[in-house]
């Protein structure tokens, strides 16, 4: 009889114990936090592989972030919104009658340049502007110069800049200042660079589980200076190609225009210039938590053809 009463005892017991060492583990992983297991498990797996006609498309981008200070950005220094520091007798840019609003200015000898970043000016200010009021697309040709990016060389005697006091005000954004990292760029999956690569039904499904395996889940803002952009919507590069060569591609009907053709050889020369992000803390905002996209040819680039680039809204 006392044996059973010790037996019994010692179940108990056990499951008392049970209970406590893994109901408690139980509870903190329905609370968000992972067991040792899960993390060991996680750390494991198997990288999908990165097709090789992927791959050789990769390239560096500078990753913007507003600095954390809350110091206001000096004469020169590097911002988004506020107000630009232009070259003393610059012109405001206007658009239709109307100033374009100031988005970003950057002092590029404070800008990385490893790899094709090489085809960046390495000094001079580089400065953005959009016709906030208008928000236009980019898919009409009739778009131009409801943008402007202008370059000053270095050693120009820059001061702050405002508006011709007898038009309308622009938009003002709240400046802040930003810094600097590089950080490497595979295309977007529906990228125009993907669609020439014109991979093999293996290949494209490796792709996409690879991408699904370096999902970034950080939410920070996706603002960069050149490598490639993250896509809302489709490829950008033909569309550039086209409305800036006068064929309009709000609709299917522009994509069958008889010059496509011929231009579509050229496409491949657009390159990002600046992805703007809806800096929601500054006040920006494209449409509904869209993004701005301002390309400009590789040739330009080079040369330093700031006024040439196009520009294309894209949003949820």
Not at 251 to 263: I, M, N, S
């Amino acid at each position: 009889m006392k044996l059973v009463v010790v037996l019994v005892i010692a179940a108990v017991t056990g499951l008392i114990l049970f209970g406590l060492r893994y109901g408690q583990r139980s509870s903190s992983t329905r609370g968000g936090r992972r067991g040792s297991f899960d993390s060991y498990e996680s750390q494991h797996q198997p990288t999908p592989r990165l097709p090789p006609a992927v791959a050789a498309t990769e390239l560096p981008s500078v990753r913007l972030r507003v600095a954390p200070s809350a110091k206001p950005p000096q004469l020169g220094d590097s911002r988004i919104g506020g107000r630009p520091d232009l070259p003393k007798g610059t012109p405001w840019p206007i658009h239709a009658g109307r100033p374009l609003s100031f988005l970003a200015q950057f002092r590029l000898a404070d800008v990385p340049r490893p790899g094709s970043l090489i085809d960046l000016p390495s000094d001079g200010h580089l400065y953005f502007f959009y016709d906030v009021e208008g928000m236009p697309w980019g898919f009409d040709p009739k778009d131009r110069g409801s943008w402007a990016v202008l370059y000053a060389p270095s050693g120009a005697e820059l001061a702050p800049a405002a508006p011709d006091p007898g038009a309308k005000p622009p938009h003002e954004f709240k400046a802040a200042a930003v810094e600097f990292a590089v950080e490497a760029t595979l295309p977007d999956p529906m990228s125009d660079v993907v669609e020439r690569l014109a991979l093999d039904t293996v290949d494209d499904e490796d792709y996409a589980a690879f991408l699904r395996s370096k999902e970034d889940t950080d939410a920070t803002l996706e603002s960069r200076i050149l490598g490639h952009p993250q896509l809302i919507q489709n490829g950008m590069q033909l569309e550039c190609q086209l409305a800036s060569n006068g064929i309009y591609v709000g609709g299917p009907e522009g994509y069958h225009d008889p010059r496509v053709a011929e231009l579509k050889r050229a496409a491949a020369d657009w390159r990002l210039l600046l992805q703007l992000d809806s800096h929601e803390d500054q006040g920006m905002m494209w449409g509904d938590s869209g993004r701005l996209y301002f390309w400009i040819r590789e040739q330009d680039l080079r040369a330093k053809r700031f006024d040439r680039a196009w520009l294309v809204l894209q949003c949820y």
